[in-house]
């Protein structure tokens, strides 16, 4: 069983998580297109922005969704 | 009756991509055109965008509104192209990368935007623009056919990356075809080029168009990461 932490803020990307990187492409595709349908924006998650960080926005929920308002802020 | 095609040219106001572009809507396809000036045509089923196809928000913000408006993209052919004939030693950085924008970063960036759909779709295909000129090593070709050697690398490279999506990504590369784009080559360079052919003639919109429409069949499924060039030319 996965330790409560990890149930809350999974990895989505990296040797822990589930997803390969076609699952990512998919995960940040649909993201994408959630995005401009709620707040009416089209953002471009993997962009050098986040290709540069030291760490990837992309390694957990968590850090995705900080990184997702950050760019909508 | 089955549900219009949407299908994205480039490059669709002149040449080959208006050629393109009026075959489709003549089978009754959607199209999603764009080019940096004005429509050439007007017609129900045709949108037009005026832009730059290396200008990234653009590219985007064309690709997502159509995916919004139609729910799918069922095919890319991406033919916008510039050439500038010149001795390498001749050559401007800024030509080189204004060829390298349009031809290269053009191309990669509406496959990228538009295969983010097709992937969820789990179809697709894209179809990109090489030339002979890059197996033929033309001497006056240096940048033109680097960049369209960069376009055949990144089809190859991508139709493997999506391979087990049901996208298929291939190229063609026609033989010179008499548009704007080679107006200014003189006239016995043009022959000396077309004697290198197995075929020695120009091509036509109509070669180009059967090449489309076999890459775009629902039953090439089994075949993508080809560059298939016409008038019997090799690598």
Avoid at chain 2, 19 to 43: E, I, M, W
Avoid at chain 2, 100 to 116: D, I, M, Q, W, Y
Wanted: glycine share 8%; with cysteine.
């Amino acid at each position: 069983m996965l330790p409560p932490t990890a149930a809350i803020n999974p990895p989505i990307f990296g040797p822990a998580a589930a997803l390969d990187s076609l699952g990512l492409v998919n995960l940040l595709a649909d993201l994408e297109y959630r995005l401009g349908e709620r707040f009416g924006r089209d953002v471009v998650l993997a962009s050098e922005q986040a290709m540069s960080r030291s760490r990837s926005p992309f390694r957990d929920l968590d850090s995705l969704t900080e990184y997702t308002m950050e760019l909508l802020g | 009756m089955s549900d219009p095609r949407i299908i994205f040219v480039t490059g669709s106001s002149r040449g080959i991509g208006l050629a393109l572009t009026n075959h489709f809507l003549q089978r009754g396809d959607k199209v999603y055109g764009c080019s940096r000036g004005a429509p050439a045509l007007n017609h129900p089923a045709y949108r037009h965008s005026e832009l730059n196809v290396s200008d990234e928000n653009a590219v985007v913000a064309m690709v997502r509104s159509a995916v919004r408006r139609e729910g799918k993209i069922d095919a890319l052919l991406n033919n916008a192209g510039i050439a500038s004939m010149n001795h390498a030693l001749l050559t401007p950085l800024s030509s080189a990368s204004a060829i390298f924008s349009t031809n290269f970063f053009g191309t990669f960036l509406f496959c990228r935007e538009v295969a983010k759909s097709m992937v969820q779709q789990k179809s697709g295909r894209i179809l990109n623009f090489s030339t002979v000129a890059t197996p033929l090593r033309l001497e006056g070709e240096s940048i033109y056919a680097a960049s369209k050697a960069a376009v055949e690398s990144f089809t190859e490279v991508l139709a493997r990356e999506l391979a087990s999506t049901g996208v298929t990504v291939n190229a063609i590369g026609p033989t010179p075809v008499p548009t704007d784009l080679i107006k200014h080559v003189p006239a016995e360079k043009m022959r000396a080029l077309l004697a290198r052919q197995a075929i020695p003639r120009f091509g036509t919109s109509a070669d180009v168009i059967n090449v489309a429409e076999f890459f775009l069949s629902p039953q090439s499924d089994f075949v993508t990461g080809q560059i298939l060039y016409l008038g019997g030319v090799n690598r």
